[in-house]
């Protein structure tokens, strides 16, 4: 099962999306959502870190801190919680 994780100031918005996107893969993802503060410490065997379009100015600082790809959610489907919008892009994105 890939993991994919979500970053964003706090991550209690991010958390609702991260079930949405869950049950949009048929649970075929495990998603987490963690806070920029704490993300450094969830790290193992993440395919993917998808961050909030309020920290998406830290993309250059993730991208530094870990291994994997890092991309901005986009802003109109973060804002309607649009899990199934967002797993077509993490689907595109880890060529699935």
Same mark, same amino acid.
């Given at each position: 099962?890939? $993991?994919?994780?979500?970053?964003?100031?706090?991550?209690? =918005? =991010?958390?609702?999306?991260?079930?949405?996107?869950?049950?949009?893969? &048929?649970?075929?993802?495990? !998603? +987490?959502?963690?806070?920029?503060?704490?993300? $450094? &410490?969830?790290?193992?065997? !993440?395919?993917?870190?998808?961050?909030? %379009?309020?920290?998406?100015?830290? $993309?250059?600082?993730?991208?530094?801190? !870990?291994?994997? %790809? !890092?991309? %901005?959610?986009? %802003?109109?489907?973060?804002?309607?919680?649009?899990?199934?919008?967002?797993?077509? &892009?993490? +689907? +595109?994105?880890?060529?699935?």
């Amino acid at each position: 099962m890939k $993991k994919i994780m979500l970053i964003c100031n706090a991550g209690m =918005t =991010t958390g609702m999306l991260a079930k949405k996107i869950e049950k949009a893969s &048929d649970n075929s993802l495990e !998603v +987490k959502a963690y806070s920029e503060a704490e993300y $450094k &410490d969830h790290l193992n065997d !993440v395919s993917l870190v998808l961050i909030g %379009p309020q920290i998406r100015f830290l $993309k250059p600082q993730i991208e530094a801190s !870990v291994n994997v %790809p !890092v991309e %901005p959610i986009s %802003p109109m489907k973060y804002g309607i919680m649009d899990g199934e919008g967002v797993y077509e &892009d993490i +689907k +595109k994105l880890i060529g699935e």
